[in-house]
T-cell receptor
């Protein structure tokens, strides 16, 4: 069944470093979205990339989508303590349902 | 603009009881989706409503139901509660277009004892 699988499951990096997390999926999608969840602000939409797009930027975030490999990556540059959170990819398929992956737990070390 | 609100924020129920959760979307948003989040299964899609009609449904038993009112507010109901229904229930609203940005509420933490 369609489900995004994030990789890695957990990631710890030093503040100021870049963080990269990946999402793979199995069937075709209409769009892919990335969300962040932390205890303070709940689940927040970060960026949406359509199936006909290859790359999108938003501030320190860069998302790529490779539909031939059925994978997407989220890059956070110059990480900050406030980036500590869980990051989820969410796939919107042809049936219009949104399916979330299990998430990557990112911890930024001071 | 006020965000998505969910009530109640916390709830404790006993097995066999039923529960109703409420979600008020952002003003102007016509679509509301519900999700269940648990440590084991992660975020799972329950259903989506648009203009009072259920547009999509996840793979949950019939004990889970929902509805949307003319003012776009939505409720979900779980009957005959089971221990496994303990979870964070999240509501999200969006404008209703196919490519959309969902705005999530803080969730209702349901504990079934």
């Amino acid at each position: 069944s369609q489900q995004g699988e994030e990789d890695p499951q957990a990631l710890s990096i030093q503040e100021g470093e870049n963080a990269t997390m990946n999402c793979s999926y199995k069937t075709s999608i209409n769009n892919l979205q990335w969300y962040r969840q932390n205890s303070g602000r709940g689940l927040v939409h970060l960026i949406l990339i359509r199936s006909n797009e290859r790359e999108k930027h938003s501030g320190r975030l860069r998302v790529t989508l490779d539909t031939s490999k059925k994978s997407s990556s989220l890059l956070i540059t110059a990480s900050r303590a406030a980036d500590t959170a869980s990051y989820f990819c969410a796939l919107r398929g042809g049936d219009d349902k949104i399916i979330f992956g299990k998430g990557t737990r990112l911890h930024i070390l001071p | 603009k006020a965000g998505v609100t969910q009530t109640p924020r916390y709830l404790i129920k006993t097995r066999g009881q039923q529960v109703t959760l409420s979600c008020s979307p952002i003003s102007g948003h016509r679509s509301v989706s519900w999700y269940q989040q648990t440590p084991g299964q992660g975020l799972q899609f329950l259903f989506e409503y648009f203009s009072e009609t259920q547009r999509n449904k996840g793979n949950f038993p019939g004990r889970f139901s929902g509805r949307q009112f003319s003012n776009s507010r939505s409720e979900m109901n779980v009957s005959t509660l089971e221990l496994g229904d303990s979870a964070l229930y999240l509501c999200a609203s969006h404008l209703g277009t196919p490519t959309y940005e969902q705005y999530f509420g803080p969730g209702t933490r349901l504990t079934v004892t």
